[in-house]
């Protein structure tokens, strides 16, 4: 009996332990990476077993965050997008290998053979409607509505042939949107609230942008080391302003808590969202490109495949991410009121508070905790340890060179800059690899290195523009 009791004893001291080290964990990322605000929300079999808010959610009055606080969610609203999707599939009223053209009409003809996953997996090649946008808001500055922007933007070139890369692309959401619209006759912001927010019981749910009054919102803030065209001394956190016009909201417009999400989350897992398993597991399956390779993006999430402990993550804005284990029935979900947090580099850390595992088997996260420990001046050999423990150890290029861009953002230059090396060690035939270790270098003030390998890109890469570009500048001034 005295057993049985120790382990029922032993299990509250064991949640205890790991909420202590996922407290003291946080509150250290907060510190390192001078977040302000932050929500926290574990899922584990169903249940939300961890909720917590952590800092300051309105500095200008010093509010604390609380579990009721909304946050920007900025672009994992795409994976509300992608279940919306899928509902319609499950519906019999989508087909994601059918050409956009079958649900739309008045597209050009670059547009109509462009396949409906072909948007959800940003392999389209459609010119990217950012690039009309005022990029200090990404509001229609230039255009009297919305017509006219996508009367310009149906002028405008491919990117690329559809399925031969990869591009972020916002015009794929916007379309999808447009789909929706059309598909269930009403506008999508009601059948996210019929068929998503009502179903998970998400209460503070809302599509907005810094132009909405609404209660509970939380601002949200940027480091700038630039004001009115003047470097400053130090960097200054200052307030973030976004607009979101309507027809870009299935992409970047929502607005939620945490526990808003993980109630999302458990209902997805519930079956409230979609019918069938299979239905969640086509959501989470990667599409193709045209040479029959996997895309990073399933629909609406990306896909993070690994030896063991896979995720399928939503990433928004810099500021917020939630992340999914299928196979440990656990999920984290970390939202922050700074643009440049980037809490995608860390969730896999507060999992492995619930299953050690999980950080081990994500190359990043591995070499993220490891470098910690001896130093980032040591990437190499510490790849070399890793592997020779784990010959599955295989931290992709795109991973790699995501991270690395990231720590770039945040002032990271030397950090940043051993990883692009890395990148170039492990994929020496790589363009992009040399290209991006390139810039690093030249913002670390090693133009000469910076030279080196913006030459080998383009010794790789002919066609690389941007790299011949960088290079000329740079023969310019020597």
Same mark, same amino acid.
């Given at each position: 009996m005295s057993g049985i009791l120790l382990f029922l004893a032993g299990t509250p001291v064991l949640l205890l332990a790991q909420e202590e080290g996922v407290d003291s964990f946080i509150? &250290?990322?907060?510190?390192?990476?001078?977040? #302000?605000?932050? $929500?926290?929300?574990?899922? @584990?079999?169903? !249940?939300i077993v961890l909720l917590k808010s952590y800092g300051i959610g309105n500095i200008q009055d010093s509010i604390p965050v609380d579990n009721q606080n909304i946050f920007a969610i900025n672009s994992c609203t795409k994976a509300f997008t992608g279940i919306a999707m899928m509902q319609l599939v499950e519906d019999g009223k989508i087909d994601l290998n059918a050409p956009v053209s079958l649900y739309l009409d008045s597209l050009p003809v670059n547009w109509k053979p462009i396949k409906v996953r072909q948007l959800l997996t940003h392999v389209s090649g459609l010119p990217n409607l950012l690039q009309l946008l005022n990029p200090a808001t990404n509001g229609l500055t230039g255009f009297a509505n919305e017509e006219a922007l996508w009367a310009k933007v149906?002028?405008? #070139?491919?990117?690329?042939?559809?399925?031969? &890369?990869?591009?972020?692309?916002? +015009?794929?959401?916007?379309?999808?949107?447009?789909?929706?619209?059309?598909?269930?006759? !009403?506008?999508?912001? $009601?059948?996210? @609230?019929?068929? &998503?927010?009502?179903?998970?019981?998400m209460k503070r749910t809302v599509f907005a942008d810094s132009r909405d009054v609404i209660p509970h919102m939380t601002p949200t803030y940027k480091y700038v080391s630039f004001i009115d065209g003047q470097r400053l001394?130090?960097?200054?956190?200052?307030?973030?302003?976004?607009?979101?016009?309507?027809?870009?909201?299935?992409? @970047?417009?929502?607005?939620?808590?945490?526990?808003?999400?993980?109630?999302?989350?458990?209902?997805? $897992?519930?079956?409230?969202?979609?019918?069938? !398993?299979?239905?969640?597991?086509?959501?989470?399956? +990667?599409? +193709?490109?045209?040479?029959?390779? #996997? +895309? $990073?993006?399933?629909?609406?999430?990306?896909?993070? #495949?690994?030896?063991?402990h896979r995720a399928v993550i939503a990433t928004g804005g810099g500021r917020s991410a939630f992340f999914v284990y299928p196979d440990d029935d656990l999920a984290i979900v970390v939202l922050t009121n700074l643009a440049g947090a980037y809490p995608e580099d860390f969730i896999d850390e507060v999992a492995g508070f619930y299953n050690p595992d999980i950080p081990a088997y994500d190359p990043i996260s591995a070499l993220r905790m490891k470098l910690r420990e001896k130093g980032f001046e040591n990437a190499i050999g510490v790849y070399h340890e890793l592997k020779k423990k784990n010959t599955g150890f295989n931290p992709s290029e795109v991973d790699l060179n995501d991270w690395a861009y990231r720590m770039l953002s945040n002032k990271q230059t030397k950090e940043a800059v051993k990883i692009f090396k890395l990148a170039t060690e492990l994929y020496p035939n790589s363009w992009n690899a040399y290209d991006s270790y390139g810039e690093a270098l030249l913002k670390y003030g090693q133009k000469q290195e910076a030279i080196v390998m913006y030459q080998k890109s383009l010794i790789l890469n002919p066609n690389n523009g941007g790299g011949k570009r960088a290079l000329e500048r740079l023969m310019k001034q020597n």
């Open positions: 509150r &250290q990322e907060m510190k390192t990476k001078r977040i #302000p605000g932050l $929500q926290l929300a574990v899922v @584990s079999k169903g !249940k149906k002028t405008m #070139p491919m990117e690329f042939n559809t399925g031969e &890369q990869f591009s972020y692309n916002q +015009t794929n959401y916007a379309l999808l949107g447009k789909i929706i619209d059309k598909i269930s006759a !009403k506008p999508f912001e $009601q059948v996210f @609230s019929e068929r &998503q927010f009502k179903a998970a019981d001394n130090e960097d200054k956190l200052i307030s973030n302003y976004a607009e979101f016009p309507a027809f870009r909201r299935t992409a @970047s417009g929502l607005n939620s808590t945490a526990e808003d999400i993980a109630n999302w989350l458990i209902a997805l $897992q519930n079956g409230k969202l979609l019918k069938t !398993k299979d239905a969640i597991n086509r959501l989470w399956t +990667t599409g +193709t490109y045209n040479n029959g390779n #996997p +895309t $990073q993006w399933a629909l609406g999430w990306v896909a993070k #495949p690994r030896q063991k």
